[in-house]
């Protein structure tokens, strides 16, 4: 009676089965612990670019200063930019292509995650990043970046500047729209009860146009992927159970530092390896679904738990002749094995039960 096979039992099948079930609903759990720490969450940090948005961003206008043409600094952008895999930079390329650029081979490529990229193009210098005020190693550093904020572009645009030969030359606006699944996703999260926060490397009116569009928590922009790791690290200090949602090569630090670390299964492989749940879809439903079953199998483990423990709770005392002197009962051998298998296969019918829940 004494025998703890059900207590062993507990909470393995309830998450071997949970982990089937999120494979069936496109969360794949690569980590049976990230699942469990995904009931107790209580902040979601979110990327924005192909986490919140389609991640397909195109080119909606050219804006060179005095002494750049328009085609010129596309082209020349487009040639520094051509050996980037980042979602902005594949966007650049094919405005070029489009228009029927010809791109000249880039030399000396050299990528800055959360920064940029530089190359030598025709024997100029060229740099491409994002635009950040006062930032010295930026591109946008001129004085003649404050024509940015004077250009026709959507607040919701992402502005990429560039340079050549040290001097500014313009900028690039390229929109990437919300996903369609994104709000109702944000909504449900709401309902769950997590605060839902944006991180983005992107300018603060870019992020902060989506956060209002969307009802976020709250927005931190023009953030670098180590400022990233250490957002994800100050509120976990503040007490927060931390989930990081991303898909970009910039997001595998924050992934790995968060309590969860989900990837979308449209992103970069470096992204999906530092995560321990990853969205087949890229689809932020799935993070909606991935918590529904977090808290799910977490009941499940607590009623195995219960279910293993009240045979021996109750069995035991009486096997030990407790009642004995009161009453005479104890407890036959035969009983004691039926009540151990009993709780076996109770544990292990309740953890099936996983298989048809509603995600």
């Not at 507990?10 to 089937?20: C, E, F, K, Q, R």
């Not at 069936?24 to 699942?35: C, D, E, M, P, R």
């Not at 209580?42 to 948005?53: F, N, Q, R």
């Not at 085609?71 to 980037?84: H, K, N, V």
Request: glycine content about 10%; some cysteine.
């Amino acid at each position: 009676i004494a025998c703890p096979c059900a207590l062993g039992l507990a909470t393995p099948v309830s998450l071997v089965t949970g982990i089937g079930r999120g494979a069936q609903a496109g969360v794949l759990v690569k980590n049976a612990g990230a699942l469990e720490r995904l009931a107790q969450a209580t902040t979601l940090l979110i990327d924005k670019t192909g986490t919140l948005t389609e991640g397909k961003p195109r080119v909606v206008g050219v804006q060179p200063v005095t002494g750049f043409d328009e085609p010129e600094l596309l082209a020349l952008a487009a040639a520094a930019e051509s050996a980037s895999e980042h979602p902005l930079a594949r966007a650049i390329v094919a405005a070029a292509k489009e228009r029927g650029l010809t791109l000249a081979t880039a030399e000396n490529f050299l990528a800055e995650p959360g920064i940029g990229v530089s190359a030598q193009v025709k024997g100029r210098r060229v740099q491409v990043g994002r635009v950040i005020p006062n930032a010295s190693s930026s591109p946008s550093a001129s004085p003649e970046r404050r024509f940015e904020d004077k250009a026709p572009y959507p607040q919701s645009a992402t502005l990429v500047g560039v340079t050549i030969d040290g001097r500014f030359a313009g900028t690039i606006a390229l929109a990437d729209p919300v996903k369609i699944t994104t709000p109702g996703a944000i909504t449900n999260l709401h309902r769950l009860g997590l605060r839902v926060i944006m991180v983005t490397g992107d300018r603060e009116a870019t992020a902060r146009a989506v956060a209002r569009e969307l009802g976020l928590d709250g927005v931190h922009a023009g953030v670098t992927p180590a400022r990233k790791q250490q957002l994800v690290r100050e509120h976990r200090t503040a007490g927060e159970r931390v989930a990081f949602a991303g898909d970009g090569i910039n997001d595998a630090p924050a992934l790995a530092a968060a309590d969860v670390g989900i990837a979308m299964g449209t992103g970069t492989d470096v992204a999906m390896h530092s995560a321990g749940l990853v969205l087949v879809k890229g689809d932020l439903r799935g993070i909606v679904k991935a918590v529904h079953l977090s808290r799910a199998v977490r009941r499940n483990i607590r009623q195995n738990l219960f279910l293993a423990f009240i045979y021996n709770g109750l069995g035991i005392p009486i096997a030990a002749g407790a009642l004995y002197p009161a009453f005479g009962w104890l407890l036959n051998p035969m009983l004691a094995g039926v009540a151990m298998s009993l709780s076996s296969i109770g544990v292990v019918t309740n953890a099936l039960r996983l298989r048809n829940v509603r995600l």
